[in-house]
């Protein structure tokens, strides 16, 4: 989703490999100019939420060194019996992104858009 100079993108449960086939497939699914306007949202994008909780299986470091997140935003029940978010997934959102936020440290998280700017809402 973009709006004016804000990028989102809401993951669900995507693996590595389907944030692979988001940049490299790409040209696959749409004509180039339109694969284009989304690749150029992609990059730097500003918010992203994180795929499946934080597991290992997405946010690879291919697909966070291309998007450079400024927000990532994961959803996670605190204390959840997978032990999620997985460390080796935190260490690699943390190396690409300005910031990190959780719900299980944040509650919920909810970003404004407006003609005033960009504002983030923690809900605890």
Do not use: W
């Amino acid at each position: 989703m973009t709006y004016e100079d804000y990028s989102f993108l809401f993951t669900g449960d995507a693996t590595a490999e389907v944030e692979r086939k988001i940049f490299f497939d790409l040209e696959n699914c749409f004509a180039s100019s339109t694969s284009n306007i989304i690749l150029s949202s992609l990059k730097n994008l500003t918010v992203l939420k994180v795929s499946h909780h934080g597991s290992d299986t997405g946010s690879s470091e291919t697909f966070l060194k291309k998007i450079k997140p400024n927000y990532s935003i994961i959803s996670v029940a605190a204390k959840n019996k997978y032990n999620l978010p997985n460390q080796n997934a935190m260490d690699r959102i943390k190396k690409y992104s300005k910031y990190v936020l959780r719900t299980d440290e944040s509650g919920t998280i909810k970003f404004i858009v407006s003609d005033e700017g960009f504002e983030v809402i923690k809900e605890k």
